[in-house]
């Protein structure tokens, strides 16, 4: 009888430990989504009047795409879009982030001509999801410039700011009423870096050195000038909340030598700082690091001047807290080590940066070459920004992993349980996260990738016509993650013996 007592007693206590110890609830009012981009997944890509955009140059006219698809079709999300819903209630989640296919809605990429079927488009996606009690969060740029606005320099252009305030005007003014969370660009350090420096996406202009200082120093002002568009002329009747989503992986100092965390401290400042320090900083403009760096190779190189463009104490004032939220997306961790190289003679962003970053051979894969399975990354780049930036509301907009599309896809729900947990870990320490967002709804066109990198909750089949969506085992996990409002716990590499301080 003793026995028998004690033996309930275990198999209680065991059970609450379950329940309660292993179980991690996020904060109240946390909101949880999942993520796409227009070209990723609309496909029309010449429906009604819509023009050409980059991505659909590129496609059609280069042989850039690794597997040589395109976005014609690729979701058809264009047809689709009422599944996608039905998808997301099936998910339980709260919001719904997607972006705006600009030349779908300006055709000439100017706001003289707006498209009815381009608004009635997006008009039908928003309805279908308040309908359905899901929230839309709208980027307004997400890479696919009208190839009309790219023939006149696109980012580089400064008028550039000009024309992107003027679409974004039309779009507050067409949803304003109905989305009350605007993004204005989607990771910017990723399309001026690769697509005006490198050949990594469209424009694909291997420019690097000039070209993706340029593209971002109008982006950041055609950012600045559409938040003080919406917060002067539609944020009193709208009420909603505008801010930038950058991309910010994090970098680990290879040794705790002071060379090493100099590097660490610099690449960061080349990655997170290029978009956040002007933005979310208290001085504004670029980071010292950058701007000491690209000056004196600038010089070196024979430069009359720096070759990162300079911003006007105005400009810097007009930047500076152009923001409701910092949106961060996030995928994974590189260490870095201190470049005992000086002989830098080409001008170039590695050697503006000037540092040795790779990822450790022992970091688990995925099935894009840049994308390790680093949680603890994720809970240091999130510190990072809470004692960089004044610990400002961070909403986390994109975090996923890619794999070859099967529907029993244990490794990405290891990797989101592993990533939520790193995520706790930064709330835990007192980071202020709001959301979080899983990259993405569905498998869908991986830019230069193809359909070769696939990273959706949902299957889709690109052979069949009717473009099947079908829930992978992640979609389930992810399901029950936001119905429990809890993951389970895991704990992530020991980062106790980590100084953030070191870093700043
Ligand atoms: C993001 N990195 O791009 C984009 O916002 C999505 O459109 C894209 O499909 C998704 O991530 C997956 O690639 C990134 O090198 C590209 O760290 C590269 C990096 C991060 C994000």
């Not at 003080?228 to 709208?238: G, K, T, V």
């Not at 105005?314 to 949106?327: A, C, P, Q, S, W």
Request: glycine share 6%; hydrophobic share 35%; with cysteine.
């Amino acid at each position: 009888m003793v026995s028998r007592t004690v033996f309930f007693v275990i198999i209680l206590i065991s059970e609450c430990g379950r329940i309660f110890a292993y179980k991690r609830k996020f904060p109240n009012n946390f909101s949880f989504g999942a993520a796409t981009a227009s070209y990723q997944i609309e496909g029309g890509w010449n429906a009604s009047d819509k023009s050409e955009n980059i991505w659909d140059d590129l496609t059609h006219n280069t042989n850039l795409v690794v597997d040589k698809t395109n976005g014609d079709v690729a979701c058809n999300s264009y047809n689709l879009y009422k599944r996608d819903v039905e998808m997301l209630t099936e998910l339980g989640v709260d919001f719904y982030r997607f972006s705006l296919s600009w030349s779908r809605i300006l055709p000439t990429g100017f706001s003289e001509k707006i498209s009815d079927d381009g608004l009635k488009y997006y008009n039908a996606i928003i309805d279908n999801l308040l309908e359905a009690n899901v929230t839309p969060i709208v980027t307004i740029y997400h890479w696919d410039l009208p190839k009309s606005l790219q023939d006149l320099g696109g980012w580089t252009n400064p008028l550039m700011a000009d024309y992107f305030a003027d679409f974004s005007n039309v779009v507050f003014e067409a949803f304003g009423d109905r989305v009350k969370t605007w993004l204005t660009f989607n990771e910017p350090l990723v399309f001026c870096q690769q697509g005006y420096g490198g050949m990594g996406k469209a424009p694909a202009l291997n420019l690097t050195g000039v070209g993706e200082y340029l593209s971002a120093h109008t982006v950041l002002k055609a950012h600045a000038k559409v938040y003080h568009l919406y917060d002067e002329n539609f944020r009193p009747a709208q009420k909603g909340r505008i801010s930038m989503t950058i991309s910010g992986q994090w970098y680990e100092p290879d040794t705790d030598s002071p060379e090493d965390l100099e590097a660490a401290l610099v690449a960061e400042q080349f990655d997170v700082g290029w978009f956040g320090h002007p933005i979310f900083s208290k001085e504004g403009d670029y980071p010292n690091a950058m701007k000491e760096r690209i000056m004196k190779r600038s010089e070196e190189q024979g430069y009359t001047k720096s070759r990162l463009p300079e911003f006007t104490a105005e400009e810097i004032e007009y930047i500076k807290g152009t923001y409701d939220f910092l949106g961060l997306n996030h995928y994974t961790t590189y260490s870095v080590k201190a470049n005992g190289e000086t002989n830098f003679v080409e001008p170039s962003f590695e050697h503006d940066r000037g540092v040795k970053v790779f990822q450790e051979a022992t970091w688990p894969s995925s099935a894009s070459s840049w994308l390790k399975v680093v949680p603890w990354g994720f809970t240091k780049m999130l510190k990072w920004i809470r004692s960089n930036y004044a610990n400002p509301e961070v909403m986390v907009f994109e975090n996923g992993f890619s794999d070859n599309g099967t529907t029993d896809d244990q490794d990405r729900i290891n990797y989101h349980r592993l990533y939520l947990n790193a995520m706790l870990d930064a709330v835990d320490s007192g980071c202020n996260i709001t959301a979080y967002t899983v990259w993405s709804l569905m498998d869908n066109m991986e830019w230069l990738r193809g359909y070769t990198e696939l990273f959706g909750l949902y299957r889709v089949d690109f052979n069949d016509t009717e473009r099947k969506r079908t829930p992978k085992s992640s979609a389930f996990y992810y399901r029950d993650v936001i119905k429990d409002r809890a993951v389970e716990h895991v704990k992530n590499k020991d980062d106790d013996d980590f100084d953030i301080s070191l870093l700043l």
